[in-house]
């Protein structure tokens, strides 16, 4: 494992099947990882069960807040701050330093709302993006997003374009990474209306770290991985087709050998680590998301981006309010 304490709230409440699969989890990830510590963030005798499986040793490194509201799947977004929801005090607990991370397989849209009510955002980011890390045939293919930005502009692309370059940089120690379009074919001035408008601005955008634009790019070029290390879309559609890659390769026997990328999405434009796991995770999948949001933590990915692209606090940005209203 990776060395460092990482201090990661998790929320309890948060998915199609918790608490039980988020507590599953839990467990998995606490005794994977000797140096993770845990702030559980829900009812108190669902924290006091797992807490009970584990070690005294184990016991030690975990913290309970409870909280018994949370966000059903099926609610708007915006009912995350309006009460203390479990996924809002676990934001909350990172925005007052009382953890590192925050983790949840809740609502998307009320883990992102409430990510940015307590954190803030990045200047220039209206729209923080979901980034998910695919195996393909020629190694890990970052896309983005993933449901943070379910309709976004030309211009909200060519800013996740920015993100994904950077993540690809920093999170997968990618050198000049491409960066490519989903369309609906390669050719120039093939997609709607939203890609024919965002593919001369990501064209005449300059990327960071010697990253480059490959133009358009198609579905089988996200699970081929030979045209584009990243490639961004718009929220709705990158959701779908993450989705679809997941169930073609269950049905398939399994992702293909470079597999081993974690099962849970990263929030980028936000001052602060945030991990969000599928609706319908199961207990290694939230595992893999807590882990992933330790090991994000540990290697200061969200401080390095923000470096990298000369937005956040860690380039000279420190007030967190500046930036928090809510996206609908």
Known sequence: MEPGVARIAVDLLGGDDAPAVVVDGALRAMRADPHLHLLLVGPPEVAGGLVDALTPDQRARVVVRPVRAAVPMADLPTR??????????????????????????????????????????????????????????????????????????????????????????????????????????????????????????????????????????????????????????DGFTGNVLLKAIEGAYALAGGPPTSGAVPRAAALLGVDGTVVVCHGAAAGEDVASGIALAAHLWRRAVVARVATLLAVGPSAGCSDRTTHTEVIP
Do not use: F
């Open 80 to 233: 995350a701050p309006r009460a203390a929801t479990t996924v809002r005090v676990a934001a909350q607990a990172v925005a007052e330093g009382s953890a590192d991370a925050v983790v949840s397989a809740g609502s998307t849209g009320a883990t992102v709302t409430a990510a940015v009510l307590a954190l803030g955002r990045w200047p220039a980011v209206r729209r923080p993006a979901l980034v998910a890390t695919l195996p393909a045939a020629s190694g890990p293919v970052i896309l983005l997003d993933v449901g943070g930005s379910l309709e976004p502009r030309a211009t909200t692309l060519a800013r996740h374009a920015l993100l994904g370059a950077a993540y690809a940089v920093v999170g997968q120690a990618l050198s000049a990474p491409r960066v490519g379009l989903l369309s609906v074919g390669a050719e120039a001035g093939k997609g709607d209306r939203l890609r024919r408008a965002a593919d001369p601005l990501l064209a005449a955008l300059p990327l960071p770290a010697e990253a480059s634009y490959v133009g358009l790019v198609e579905g089988h070029d996200v699970t081929l991985g030979a045209r584009a290390d990243v490639v961004v879309t």
